[in-house]
């Protein structure tokens, strides 16, 4: 199936598209108890949403290193899917004047878990996505041009992440009798 005019057979998709700007939300979690690093609601609730400090964005993709199968019997090079790896990651931030929040949430060494959510909030959408890390540096950026002031972040990602998984309902309130 393809986005493009519709022949015989052929469906037209039809995409709301929508800017990452405004909707996808980033969270620093302490704890996952979930070994498929789902986070339950309680979970995201008690992490720290670091959307508002975000500067800068890098990497958070996965890749495949293809292994080349070639054989005698073909002038064609083959290949089959390899191991995968996660490329090299890191979060820009704006730098507070008065607090040090965030640099002392995310220390050098610290674990735990950068959660994606790229539709936003929105319970039952499969697109959470979940990065469990090691932060390897954190390092004020220093620069003379007529711009905030930011500091870097960068995480080894160092398990699977899972992608696409629902986002929890929130918890509905008991009403009471």
Not at 51 to 60: E, K, L, P, S, Y
Not at 74 to 87: C, L, M, N, V
């Amino acid at each position: 199936m393809c986005g493009c005019r519709p022949g015989i057979g052929q469906q037209t998709l039809q995409v709301k598209k929508f800017s990452r700007r405004g909707v996808t939300r980033v969270l620093w979690l302490k704890t996952v108890a979930d070994t498929g690093h789902v986070p339950t609601r309680a979970e995201l609730t008690a992490g720290t949403d670091l959307t508002d400090a975000i500067a800068a964005i890098d990497g958070w993709t996965l890749s495949n290193q293809a292994i080349e199968t070639p054989d005698l019997g073909s002038t064609f090079e083959s290949k089959i899917p390899g191991t995968d790896q996660a490329d090299d990651s890191s979060l820009g931030f704006y730098e507070d004047k008065v607090s040090d929040e965030i640099e002392q949430l995310l220390k050098k060494d610290d674990t735990g878990w950068v959660v994606f959510l790229r539709k936003g909030d929105v319970a039952g959408s499969r697109s959470m996505d979940v990065f469990p890390v090691r932060i390897g540096s954190r390092s004020p950026n220093y620069s003379t041009d007529n711009e905030a002031a930011k500091f870097t972040v960068n995480f080894s990602i160092t398990e699977k992440p899972t992608q696409d998984a629902a986002v929890p309902a929130a918890t509905a309130p008991k009403v009471e009798k």
